[in-house]
């Protein structure tokens, strides 16, 4: 059964850190990715990692994906972390990765996600 459950949200004033992790069960997926959801907003890609590391423009330099391919755990290291950086992060996952790595629909598995608030 594939499942991905992600944890480490909470709420910290601006300029804090936060960790997230997300952790997958069933076989390693290929390409996985970080989005983030505000109220009243689209939901926006963060960052993916598959053969490569992508992040969108606003978190650049701030945040940092990686993987622990032992545990199957996907992470987010949110630094200098800002208002806007407010919303519901979720974790997403595919065995195929595919060139527009920021289009949501290109992700079939999900997971419940974790919010975080930032301060200012």
């Known amino acids: 059964q594939v499942q991905l459950v992600e944890s480490g949200g909470g709420s910290v004033q601006a300029g804090g850190s936060l960790r997230l992790s997300c952790g997958a069960s069933g076989p390693a997926y290929n390409c996985m990715a970080w989005f983030r959801q505000a109220p009243g907003k689209e939901r926006e890609a963060v960052a993916s990692l598959d053969s490569d590391v992508r992040y969108a423009d606003s978190v650049k330099g701030r945040f940092t994906i990686s993987k622990d391919n032992a545990k199957n755990t996907l992470y987010l290291q949110m630094d200098s972390l800002k208002p806007e950086d407010t919303g519901m992060y979720y974790c997403?996952?595919?065995?195929?990765?595919?060139?527009?790595?920021?289009?949501?629909?290109?992700?079939?598995?999900w997971g419940q996600g974790t919010q975080v608030t930032v301060s200012s």
């Open positions: 997403a996952a595919s065995y195929y990765c595919w060139r527009d790595w920021a289009t949501s629909r290109r992700y079939p598995y």
